[in-house]
T-cell receptor, first 115, second 111 residues
Framework: EPEVTQTPSHQVTQMGQEVILRCVPI?????FYWYRQILGQKVEFLVS????????KSEIFDDQFSVERPDGSNFTLKIRSTKLEDSAMYFC?????????????FGPGTRLTVL | GQQLNQSPQSMFIQEGEDVSMNCTSS?????WLWYKQDPGEGPVLLIA?????ELTSNGRLTAQFGITRKDSFLNISASIPSDVGIYFC???????????FGPGTRLSVLP
């Protein structure tokens, strides 16, 4: 069964460093998302991406964050200068079309630890 | 803004028991989704509900979209150890692609 994959599974970085989290959405999917989950808390929406541009973003997704689809398969989240409070699980999700509007499939996540 | 509340926050049940949990909102949602998250994993979609009053089953799971469109419940029948995890309700915020998630119900199943 097709699935969303994410790398790395765990990333440790120093405060102020840049990190890039990578995702490979399901191959025929057109809509891509990033969510984060701070330890013990609920899942929070960051950004949605369609047709090579951001379609929606939350107040969490400030200028420190950016997303990119550098090729036909990868979808990345970049945090320019990490802060301690960026430590969280980051989940990528994808869906194929409006006919499956709400069926977003999530990857296993990347645990980001900022020291 | 739109927020989701879930109850109970956590529950401990004996294997074989039925479970019921619910999700409420102060504002209307046009879709309700139920996800399960295992430790260290991403959320997995269990059931999606699209119409007020809709009752949908997926194996031992049954979920209903409340008539007022402000609530939903999830039932699990004859619980088994692999039902352990956190169950989240979610819905699209302001009819957009931005999903809002509830805080989750943590389920523990005792043998």
């Amino acid at each position: 069964e097709p699935e969303v994959t994410q790398t790395p599974s765990h990333q440790v970085t120093q405060m102020g460093q840049e990190v890039i989290l990578r995702c490979v959405p399901i191959s025929n999917h057109l809509y891509f998302y990033w969510y984060r989950q701070i330890l013990g808390q609920k899942v929070e929406f960051l950004v949605s991406f369609y047709n090579n541009e951001i379609s929606e973003k939350s107040e969490i997704f400030d200028d420190q964050f950016s997303v990119e689809r550098p090729d036909g398969s990868n979808f990345t989240l970049k945090i320019r200068s990490t802060k301690l409070e960026d430590s969280a699980m980051y989940f990528c999700a994808s869906r194929d079309s409006l006919s499956s509007y709400n069926e977003q499939f999530f990857g296993p996540g990347t645990r980001l630890t900022v020291l | 803004g739109q927020q989701l509340n879930q109850s109970p926050q956590s529950m401990f049940i004996q294997e074989g028991e039925d479970v019921s949990m619910n999700c409420t909102s102060s504002s209307i949602f046009n879709t309700w989704l139920w996800y399960k998250q295992d430790p260290g994993e991403g959320p997995v979609l269990l059931i999606a509900l699209y119409k007020a009053g809709e009752l949908t089953s997926n194996g031992r799971l049954t979920a209903q979209f409340g008539i007022t469109r402000k609530d939903s419940f999830l039932n699990i029948s004859a619980s088994i150890p692999s039902d352990v995890g956190i169950y989240f309700c979610a819905g699209p915020k302001n009819y957009g692609q931005n999903f809002v998630f509830g805080p989750g119900t943590r389920l523990s199943v005792l043998p």
